[in-house]
């Protein structure tokens, strides 16, 4: 069955780094694009960021642009968040998810991971 | 902006069906496929339809998706309620300026 997996989150203080991770299991991860959403404390869902099966293609929310970046490497079937420069505002459970079609990106989702909490905080 | 509307709550009995909208503030809601996905209590979003009507496997059919060209909007519908729907439901879409949006979530309570 699929499985997504996430790590890395934690306290960070304001303007650090963190790098998020996201195993993958289940499936041909080479074959399907793959998202990152997030969800502040109480507060509704919010997209972040997708990249293409292959790597050549990534997109981003406006609220992260030019401070995160999303990739994979698909010979360990994982995918990753770089987070700079992070803002309290940043704080929120991160989920990585599935794109539903496969080698095209579709900007919709049928499996989630169970999230990791990142908190920015002084 | 382009923002998908959801009603903030919804209730209904158990057994009974209850329906979930979600309108776009702009253009066509059959322009770009909507997927519903359904967050329980301390848990993980799940998706329960996606391209408008598609069940994942596993999801029961209780659960149906639909799009209403007369009143531009996607429904979520639940048939036969259960205590265990009770859950919060997003709906979300596509749009070419920002790609991925989401509705601001629906709570339903089943009382």
């Known amino acids: 069955q699929v499985q997504l997996v996430e790590s890395g989150g934690g306290v960070v203080q304001p303007g650090r780094s963190l790098r998020l991770s996201c195993i993958a299991s289940g499936f041909t991860f080479n074959s399907n694009g793959m998202h990152w959403v997030r969800q502040a404390p109480g507060k509704g869902l919010e997209w972040v960021a997708v990249?293409?099966?292959?790597?050549?293609?990534?997109y981003y929310a406006d609220s992260v642009k030019g401070r995160f970046t999303i990739s994979r490497d698909n010979s360990k079937n994982t995918l990753y968040l770089q987070m700079n420069s992070l803002r309290p505002e940043d704080s929120a459970v991160y989920y990585c998810?599935?794109?539903?079609?496969?080698?095209?990106?579709?900007?919709?989702?049928?499996?989630w991971g169970q999230g990791t909490l990142v908190t920015v905080s002084s | 902006n382009f923002m998908l509307t959801q009603p903030h709550s919804v209730s209904e009995s158990p057994g009974k069906t209850v329906t979930i909208s979600c309108t776009p503030s702009s253009g066509s809601i059959a322009s770009n496929y909507v997927q519903w996905f359904q967050q329980r209590p301390g848990s993980a979003p799940t998706t329960v339809i996606y391209e408008d009507t598609q069940r994942p496997s596993g999801v029961p059919d209780r659960f149906s998706g639909s799009i209403d060209t007369s009143s531009n909007s996607a429904s979520l519908t639940i048939s036969g309620l259960k205590t265990e729907d009770e859950a919060y439901y997003y709906c979300?879409?596509?749009?070419?300026?920002?790609?991925?949006?989401f509705g601001g979530g629906t709570k339903l309570t089943v009382l």
């Open positions: 979300q879409s596509y749009n070419n300026d920002i790609y991925v949006v």
């Open positions: 990249i293409s099966y292959d790597g050549n293609y990534k």
């Open positions: 998810a599935r794109d539903y079609f496969p080698r095209l990106l579709r900007f919709g989702f049928d499996y």
